[in-house]
């Protein structure tokens, strides 16, 4: 999560002090401090830089002394971030007083929107640990990948952004509760900055699956229909073990077949979106059937070549030859339990001599086969699922969706 600090430090020792503590107790909280800490250049490209980072932050530290109220550009600063929460409710805005300021000081600047806020004040007889503790007490301590440009990290917020989405601070800390979050972590969950981010991470850890489902339901009353089935659709595949998914991360090379023992076509598809972080673009998946073959396996059939078309968005009964390369990761999830492994490996095997880059998910059945051939280095299997894990994962789906449907009064999900 990035945090933007507005300020007028410069020549100030107490401001720099204060100013010095908090981007490094941010650091240390795992936020992305965007400060400017040379002065506002004249230059056009910094200008622009600076509007990005007022545009792209997640939270406003604004500290204020006397130079700051008298600064155009911290004025300036403080109007577009206040003109963002206007229009959105984000991003947290932390106003701070320094050098002893009163709250009839900003609004003699012409800053009373600051007013409504809750300020952190600072006494200038104290060290200044005490005012940088107050900030930074506003922020939660961030897990591991929260707020990052990698996958995960933008798995973690998309989730954050639903649970902002949550009215009540109590159901917040029952749904953490139920996670099994110790007492002295509750707090985090509260904290205006940062504490959704916390408990994303906790609704994605492994190990929870089975407080998954008293966690949402904890939330439900708080959340509108569509905050409330995005956020399921999110958490559904955090039962998948991420050791397990290994061979179906994107640019995994070698193994285009991978092999599970489930029977599911939902169960490959939590595979894929644990292993992928169910990015918004950039990852194609289609679950079908048994796949077609024929008797003695030695066409390739018309609807398998009809799969790989629709996997790349095109109409069937196209030449493969259209379909092009792309930037994308493309996941097909078969069953082959009723064809035979070998049978299977030699349509897939075509399949990829003609559309290749595929990753194919084959499901198995309950049984895992045995030692494969020592030439097929293109294929793996998955460490194999225990017994039970899929019924249970079949009963928590079922359990979500009867969770929307009893907290919103509709007979069916989206």
Known sequence: MKVFVSHSANDDQRAGAVLDAVVTGLRDKGYT???????????????????????ECDAGIVLLNEKALASKWVQREINILMWRRALSGHPVVVPVLLE???????????????????LARDDPAAEVTGVVDEILGRFAQLPPQAGGNDPMGAWLARISGYLAEVRSAD????????????????PQVAVPIGGRHHLAY????????????PAIAALAPSLGEQWL???????????????AVRALFPGSRGRRVALLNGEEPWTGEDYVDRATCR??????????????????????????????LDLHGYPPAKPLSVIRPG?????????????????????????????????VLAMTGSELPGALPATRDDVHVLP??????????????????????TATGRRSIP
């Open 33 to 55: 401090p965007l400060v400017d800490r040379d002065g506002l250049r004249p230059a056009t490209e910094w200008r622009s830089e600076l509007y990005r980072w007022l545009a």
């Open 202 to 213: 906790q609704l994605l850890a492994p190990g929870l699956a089975e407080q998954l489902c």
């Open 384 to 405: 194999p699922m225990a017994d039970g894990d899929e019924l249970e994962a079949t009963q928590r789906r079922r359990e979500l969706e009867e969770i929307f449907c």
């Open 279 to 308: 990015p918004i673009y950039g990852v194609t998946r289609r679950a079908v059937g048994e796949i077609p073959i024929g008797e003695a396996g030695e066409e390739f059939p018309a609807a398998m070549a009809d799969m790989l």
């Open 327 to 359: 930037r994308k990761a493309y996941y097909l999830i078969v069953n082959i339990r009723n064809v035979g492994l070998d049978r299977a490996l030699a349509c897939l095997e075509r399949a990829h001599d003609q559309v290749p880059g595929v990753v």
């Open 229 to 243: 089935w995005r956020l399921i659709v999110e958490v559904r595949p955090a039962w998948v073990d991420v050791e």
């Open 100 to 118: 002893g300021l009163k709250t009839a000081d900003i609004k003699k600047h012409g800053l009373s929107e600051l007013e409504p806020i809750e």
């Open 171 to 186: 159901d917040l800390l029952r749904a953490a509760g139920a996670l099994g979050m110790t007492e002295d972590a509750l």
